[in-house]
């Protein structure tokens, strides 16, 4: 075999080689992680009166739909309770979309 061919032959493994390595890390094949799904959810909450308006980026073990949407909601009332230790806690969700992976 020539020098060439031989050259030729190492650039297309490598090239092959990087195709499969990229296609294992986007689908996950050898480690078997569930796919998460990443939301970017923009909420105005009202504590003692006082509100605000803010967006925070939220994983999510499945595509969101309106059950996820009130256990987030509840979930998210209940922190602020806790982190704000009162009981006058407003919580609603402006908008949410999806981000890319």
């Given amino acids: 075999m020539s020098t060439w061919a031989l050259i030729g032959l190492s650039i297309a493994l490598l090239i092959a080689g990087f195709n499969i ?8 094949v050898f480690f078997n992680r569930n796919k998460k799904y990443r939301y970017w959810v923009s909420c105005l909450y009202t504590v003692n009166g006082f509100s605000s308006v803010g967006g925070w980026a939220f994983d999510f073990d499945s595509e969101m739909n309106s059950s996820q949407l009130k256990i987030f909601r509840e979930k998210q009332i209940e922190n602020l309770k ?7 806690v407003e919580f609603e969700i402006i ?3 999806r981000l890319k992976d």
């Fill in 21 to 28: 390595g990229y296609d294992c890390r986007h689908k996950k």
């Fill in 82 to 88: 806790n982190q704000f230790k009162t009981t006058d």
């Fill in 95 to 97: 908008d949410f979309k």
